[in-house]
């Protein structure tokens, strides 16, 4: 290995304006990520591997989240029809479950303990584990400037629900036993916390108070370098003009990108209504995180366990928990819109190139759900991975587990931690990893 040596783009680079600090993607002719003494496999600024998690409530559909096959030539049920054209990057993991889970057989005592395999207090009191996102996030994610990004498009539930806690059902991150993760519900606000320095604000969007910088940078940079910094821009100027679109429409709530403190008012209670610009918005407030390496660890909760969301958009208002357990076609095309915001994500950071690979051969993308379908059956939790893990995950296979001795989920989360370099002897329930994973 060569030895270490400090280059003029040390740490990570900035573009700075009044009140916002933008940190830029990786590019091969600036090295601007890593660099630090205190983190070896940085050193030579590659691209970190990073954790998305996404959680659907309720389950899927009873007959249609399968797949058999392998490579391009993969057969996939109806629900995961949205995630084709990723066939060949994807590892479908069959036969997992949560023992902890099976004692409470309700929607709250499945979920809470979802990340983490931990035993679950019953009875109002909350106790749970540290879930495996945060374990990474304490660790891996020191250098960022948000060590997790906590999303989601329903609103906790503090209610008890046959002695427990329904804040169990809508949470699925949780920094310490006792304490859920906070969860940001509001697309401004998220996007404020990737971007704003805490700083007086004023009128002019984020990317206007940094573009005087920006066009000093782009002449230190390479032509392909430029290409992508302009990339990065759009991109964001996209996601502005959406907030400020939305925000006009009445329909997002919370904080918009400004920097006048005369222009901020209380943001009225309640969450956005619209809930598939919501859903879209997270998605794109996600993949921005990851290309600038604000965060390496993100999870989307896209609506609770036990939820009771409808779906306008798509023709369906119907509760969810209740279309749960009609699993009729409505309930299939409700799945089919969660599993393509995981192929939006994959899509997008699949377009971002970072050296050889590609932000989406950079991370590792999971959805999941607390029950395979709705009649709460846990004793095989429904998993998709996407992505390569920093070439340590191979896709396009099947894995099943049903008739394995080890089948504990919390082996599956050892295996991932060893992928970002923290390798614990047990987690949760598990002492043994997924050695195929």
């Excluded at 894995?399 to 504990?408: A, F, I, M």
Aim: glycine fraction near 10%.
């Amino acid at each position: 290995m060569k030895p270490y040596q400090p280059n003029p783009f040390a740490r990570r680079t900035f573009l700075r304006g009044m009140g916002v600090a933008m940190a830029l993607p990786w590019m091969e002719s600036a090295p601007v990520w890593g660099d630090q003494a205190d983190e070896p496999a940085q050193r030579e600024s590659q691209p970190p591997v990073r954790l998305a998690v996404l959680f659907a409530g309720n389950g899927f559909h009873r007959k249609e989240w399968w797949a058999k096959g392998q490579g391009a030539d993969m057969e996939l049920g109806k629900v995961l029809l949205p995630l084709t054209e990723f066939r060949e990057r994807m590892l479908f993991i069959r036969g997992l479950f949560n023992e902890e889970a099976l004692k409470g057989n309700i929607h709250s005592s499945m979920t809470g303990n979802l990340l983490s395999g931990a035993p679950l207090a019953s009875g109002g009191e909350i106790r749970s584990g540290t879930s495996f996102d945060q374990v990474i996030a304490q660790q891996y994610g020191r250098s960022t400037k948000v060590s997790s990004l906590v999303l989601g498009c329903e609103r906790s539930n503090p209610g008890l629900h046959k002695n427990y806690s329904m804040l169990y059902s809508s949470h699925i991150s949780w920094s310490s036993p006792t304490a859920p993760t906070p969860l940001e519900l509001y697309p401004a606000l998220a996007f404020d916390r990737l971007f704003s320095d805490g700083a007086q604000r004023g009128d002019r969007s984020v990317l206007d108070a940094v573009l005087g910088e920006a066009e000093r940078f782009r002449g230190k940079i390479s032509g392909g370098d430029r290409r992508k910094l302009d990339e990065y821009l759009t991109s964001v100027r996209e996601v502005e003009q959406r907030l400020e679109r939305a925000g006009k429409e009445g329909e997002l709530q919370g904080w918009r990108p400004t920097f006048d403190p005369s222009s901020l008012r209380r943001p009225a209670d309640g969450i956005p209504q619209n809930l598939a610009e919501h859903m879209q918005l997270m998605c794109d407030i996600l993949v921005l995180a990851f290309q600038t390496d604000a965060t390496r660890v993100a999870t989307l909760k896209l609506n609770n366990d036990h939820s009771y969301l409808q779906f306008p958009h798509l023709g369906v208002e119907v509760g969810h928990h209740e279309l749960s357990h009609l699993g009729d076609d409505n309930f299939l095309k409700v799945n089919q819109s969660f599993l393509e915001q995981l192929a939006y994500i994959a899509r997008k950071l699949d377009a971002i190139q970072e050296g050889e690979r590609t932000a989406l051969d950079n991370s590792i993308l999971m959805i999941t759900s607390s029950m395979l379908h709705g009649g709460h059956d846990a004793t095989n939790l429904p998993c998709v991975l996407l992505g390569g893990g920093g070439g340590q995950l191979s896709g396009g296979r099947v894995l099943d587990y049903l008739e394995k001795p080890n089948r504990k989920m919390c082996s599956l989360y050892l295996s991932l931690l060893d992928k970002y370099g923290i390798h614990l002897p047990e987690f949760g329930d598990a002492h043994e990893r997924l050695t195929e994973v």
